[in-house]
């Protein structure tokens, strides 16, 4: 049934269970660049904690980014890490700046997805009010994904928000 509400183009990378940066890279004709938005700490909205499985008030690292392809924007992502989470060599998370968090995520095996959601944002959400800033389409609803990874069984939420059909 949601298949057939997503446009026919954004299917296929909605459902893509490898790395989007990767996938993004040969698709972009031009050079994939990553622009870093914002990295800092701060707290997490209810559905993200609710994901996570940490409570309200915990501490995380959130980074946001959009994925460029020479100058036109692709896809806006944000990044929550618990506190918790950031120990050992999950620390090099932080110190990412602009280069794509699917490299690491991607290259190590200990790494794990545990799930990939295909979601929608409209104009009540506040994913929309972020993603419409960076869109050169204006719609009234956004798609995405969101992907719940374990490292040494802590977890990090990642949500892709398709901005246009790359390609």
């Not at 057939?4 to 269970?17: C, F, R, T, Y």
């Not at 990553?34 to 499985?53: H, I, M, N, P, S």
Request: aromatic share 12%; net charge positive.
């Amino acid at each position: 049934m949601l298949k057939k509400l997503v446009p026919a183009a954004l299917w296929p990378w909605l459902i893509h269970k490898g790395s989007l940066t990767r996938r993004l890279k040969k698709s972009c004709a031009g050079e994939l660049q990553v622009r870093v938005l914002r990295q800092d700490w701060g707290k997490a909205y209810f559905e993200e904690t609710q994901v996570l499985g940490i409570h309200n008030s915990c501490r995380v690292w959130q980074r946001e980014v959009l994925l460029l392809c020479d100058t036109y924007p692709w896809v806006y992502a944000k990044t929550i890490i618990p506190i918790s989470t950031l120990h050992g060599s999950a620390r090099r998370l932080l110190y990412l700046n602009n280069r794509p968090l699917g490299a690491v995520l991607f290259s190590d095996p200990a790494i794990i997805r545990e799930k990939l959601e295909i979601i929608s944002v409209n104009t009540q959400q506040y994913l929309y009010q972020k993603a419409i800033k960076y869109s050169a389409v204006k719609t009234n609803i956004f798609w995405g994904r969101r992907s719940l990874f374990w490292i040494s069984r802590r977890p990090l939420l990642v949500t892709e928000i398709f901005l246009q059909p790359p390609g």
